[in-house]
């Protein structure tokens, strides 16, 4: 049965409370490790290595989201980066499901309700954040729910989010925060410093410094002067804003807040246009997340989101698109090699796909998929197209300039989300129950079963 809990109160445990929480934790895990046979080794992944038997108690979780990448995307960048025949660290995960992304209130997801349903395990209205579908959207507040992370943080376990986007976005903010309109950024920003994570990375950084503006916006008032990384500071987060500053880290550090742009983070194109790289890389930040929480054996939630995929989407620019899926899939990488499959469940899924991408024609392997194709008329067609977005109109702001973006069979500013199934890949403990046609949901039961150290079962009925 597909489960969500409404959130009985919304008080952060203590640290005391957590501390012994994490004890007990950690007692639990060291015995499932005795009982438990020894780990099968720490290949990447493959085949029934990556299918370890379960542990009896709370194990580690990490959720993957690639804002936007739908099957298409996957396929695309695994043709330009290593050929129709490569493989991309996805391609190894042994354990694929479809899944159904559709909102409470329609057959297209905002990344607000998609990201509630995997965070909450409830299905809600489109721009909607962590409440269940009576919410109605900037008119008044749903039944709250409460998301895996808090949950998690409840039974002890060190919880981290990281994004390429601003932290306050509507994606990771699904797994710290409630609100009917995920455009409260502010108001979010001041959640995310009272919820009970040990690590929150990404960019936004203009939502907590003083600086509000001139008439309300996205939920700050002008009277609103609180310096939240101050606040931040007063509970207990060390605030980094640079790569130095994160490297430079000691390690006793309990909480890290780490907001390394105003807005979101740049772009990872290889572009010759890209200016110098400050903020760190996705990889970058995923090695230090996970070397930080698993620290002492103490299992761990982390929730990883490439938010940028997304919004090369609906750009419509193909080769950033390309560079944001193959970044987030060397992070997917690095964290197959730091995880152990015995203890530890890997999700990668996407929350929705992004303006209708295709790849058609028929192209050589030699001739790729940059350019197009002649048909039997002579006449030329694109081989990479969109269905709906500003086309080739976008190209004076695209990293690749003229060479990045592709045509929009639907002209408009934007591309817009899609409702196409997308994939999901399981990898480790537990990660057998990934099959199937699933709601979006059953992403939360598999996290929730994990966490719980109990055998997951997804709800295979669509529709619930
Ligand atoms: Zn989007």
Known sequence: MLGSAAIMSTDAPTSLDRGAARLVAAAFLLLAFACAPAPQGSSPAGGSAAAAPRAAAAGSAVLFIGDGMGPAYVTVTRVARHGSA???????????????????????????????????????????LGEGPDAV???????????????????????????????????????????DDRDRERDIARQAIAAPLDLLLGGGRRFFLPRPPKTERDGWLPSDGEDLEDAARARGWTVVTTLPGLRALRGGEEKILGLF????????????????RAAPTLVEM????????????????????????????????ARTLVDETAAFDDAVGVALQRLDPATTLLLVTADHETGGLAMSGYPSEQEGIWGSYRDEQGVSHPILTFARGPGLSG????????????????????????????????????????????????????????IEGRPAVPDPRPGS
């Open 395 to 450: 190209a004076a702001r695209a990293p690749y300039g003229k060479d990045d973006p592709r045509p929009s069979a639907s002209h408009g500013p934007d591309g817009a989300h899609t409702g196409v199934d997308v994939p999901l890949y399981g990898w480790g403990h537990g990660a057998d129950q990934v099959h199937g046609t699933l709601e979006n949901t059953a992403v939360y039961e598999l996290l929730r079963a994990q």
């Open 261 to 276: 742009d105003d807005d979101h983070l740049p772009y990872e194109a290889r572009a010759p246009s890209m200016p110098p």
């Open 137 to 179: 959207y900037r008119r008044h507040d749903g039944t709250r729910l409460e998301s895996i992370a808090l949950e998690a943080a409840r039974r002890g376990l060190r919880i981290g989010v990281v994004t390429t986007a601003r932290v306050t976005h509507a994606t990771p903010a699904a797994f710290y925060a409630v609100s």
């Open 286 to 317: 995923i090695r230090f997340a996970i070397d930080r929480l698993r620290r002492d054996r103490t299992p761990f939630l982390l929730v990883v989101e490439g938010g940028r995929i997304d919004h090369a989407g609906h750009e419509n620019w």
């Open 86 to 128: 490569g493989h991309l660290h996805l391609d190894d995960l042994p354990y694929t499901a479809i899944l159904r992304t559709h909102s409470s209130d329609g057959p297209v997801t905002d990344s607000a309700a998609s990201a509630t349903a995997m965070a909450c395990g409830r299905k809600t209205v489109n721009w909607v």
